[in-house]
């Protein structure tokens, strides 16, 4: 089993992703720069937060016209699966990997602080280890977060459950409240049409490990690795 | 033929602008409160095509393939020689 994680200049979050894949979650793991693409099939692939291309124009929209990004398109094609987190998930739906995107947050400034998830499906590769309802805490890092559909698209992930994420309280309740950035019926993480495209806003590598405060986001990963182990 | 083509991506009505909001709230305090603004990103392009037709179908593409978001965007582009 091997993971890769997707360099483009400008991500910032590449290394905690590859060192909780490989020091705390123990899969191998490449790091790879974009221009140099994947060079090999990937159980699964991650798209790092940070600011690729400086979020010049809109934040991922440059990422997303690159051609690795046409081969991260045939991986998961091919069923393999991607995690895109905070600046890979504003890429992934630039590409158009999940539908919508990622407005600049309703308050206009740049949010960084824990926040409260509730998992609403974990039937998924990448929620399998979580409780469906469970509340999990792993922060936000970001200024274009606000999670935008029109009403016929929220409908339609609503009813595929495709809404993997919504922001909430500690006791799991979806308030006005508990939504950081103004995001649409408080999504944060959503699934592309074929079931192995994560795209979310919170950090899970950064809440992976004791010492950091939460270790929630770790069984992101660990979910993961047990759907391409069970289905390898 | 070289044309000057002028393009301009606006939010489609209804789209929340944080961005203008903020903008007003700050002209307010400085003594200038509006009942409306919003913002726009304008991008100047010189390039070469067959006619104007080509021209605007090439600035066109350009808008739906990088230069807007059809979720939230809108575009205008105007050809000038």
């Known amino acids: 089993m091997r993971f890769a994680v997707v360099q483009f200049g400008g991500s910032n979050c590449d290394l905690d992703a590859a060192h909780v894949l490989s020091h705390v979650c123990g899969v191998d793991t490449d790091l790879r720069w974009y221009k140099e693409g994947l060079g090999r099939n990937y159980d699964a692939v991650v798209i790092p937060g940070g600011f690729s291309y400086g979020d010049y124009l809109r934040a991922g929209a440059i990422a997303a016209r690159t051609p690795v990004m046409e081969e991260i398109l045939r991986h998961a094609k091919g069923g393999g699966l991607v995690l895109g987190i905070c600046n890979g998930a504003q890429i992934a739906a630039e590409s158009g990997l999940v539908p919508g995107t990622f407005a600049i947050n309703a308050y206009p400034k740049f949010l960084c602080r824990p926040t409260h998830l509730r998992v609403e499906n974990n039937e998924t590769p990448f929620t399998s280890l979580y409780r469906e309802g469970e509340v999990i805490r792993l922060p936000i890092a970001h200024k274009e977060g606000r999670y935008m559909a029109d009403a016929a698209v929220l409908a339609a992930m609503n009813r595929n459950k495709r809404v993997i994420f919504r922001f909430c309280d500690p006791e799991g309740r979806v308030t006005e409240e508990a939504n950081p950035n103004g995001s649409a019926e408080n999504i944060t993480g959503i699934l592309g049409e074929g079931g192995n495209f994560l795209a979310m806003m919170p950090h899970p590598e950064r809440a992976s490990e004791g010492v950091l405060g939460s270790e929630d986001g770790k069984k992101i990963f660990l979910s993961m690795i047990r759907y391409i182990e069970t289905t390898g | ?81």
Do not use: W
């Open chain 2, 1 to 81: 033929m070289n044309f000057d083509v002028e393009v301009r991506i606006t939010l489609k009505p209804g789209i929340l602008d944080p961005e203008a909001r903020a903008i007003q709230h700050a002209l307010a305090d400085l003594g200038f409160p509006t009942s409306r603004l919003s913002t726009a990103r304008i991008f100047s392009i010189s390039m070469e095509a067959g006619d104007r037709t080509e021209a605007e179908e090439k600035a066109r593409q350009m808008c739906e393939r990088l230069l807007a978001n059809p979720v939230i965007h809108r575009y205008e582009v105007e050809v000038r020689e």
